[in-house]
Nanobody, 123 residues
Framework: QVRLVESGGGLVQAGGSLRLSCAVS????????MAWFRQAPGKEREFVAGIGWIATSTNYPDSVKGRFTISRDSVKNTMFLQMNSLKPEDTAIYYC????????????????WGQGTQVTVSS
């Protein structure tokens, strides 16, 4: 069983930074991609960043490219999302996801999810 535990969310002023962590336990395979999604109230879950677990390929939407960086420590089974230059529109619950057979951008492409961590950016 794969379990994901997220941490690092909080309240930050616009222009500030946060680093989210996702600790992974249970067996994972090298073909499993991982990703960060976010969901604001009343909106659909949105792809934020994706990364191959063994491979180092990454994917970002234009909304965060240049500001967010996804990374992982394969030995410690931990994934990170470094968020810089945060904007109020980044406010959302952030979820880590795993189990992607491809580095996809849709929530239904991932089978495992964390509980979510709240990120609030004040103006």
């Amino acid at each position: 069983q794969v379990r994901l535990v997220e941490s690092g969310g909080g309240l930050v002023q616009a222009g500030g930074s946060l680093r989210l962590s996702c600790a992974v336990s249970g067996r994972t395979y090298s073909n499993y991609a991982m990703a960060w999604f976010r969901q604001a109230p009343g909106k659909e879950r949105e792809f934020v960043a994706g990364i191959g677990w063994i491979a180092t390929s990454t994917n970002y939407p234009d909304s965060v490219k240049g500001r967010f960086t996804i990374s992982r420590d394969s030995v410690k089974n931990t994934m990170f999302l470094q968020m810089n230059s945060l904007k109020p529109e980044d406010t959302a619950i952030y979820y880590c996801a795993a189990g992607g057979l491809r580095l996809g951008t849709r929530p239904n492409e991932y089978g495992y999810w964390g509980q979510g961590t709240q990120v609030t950016v004040s103006s």
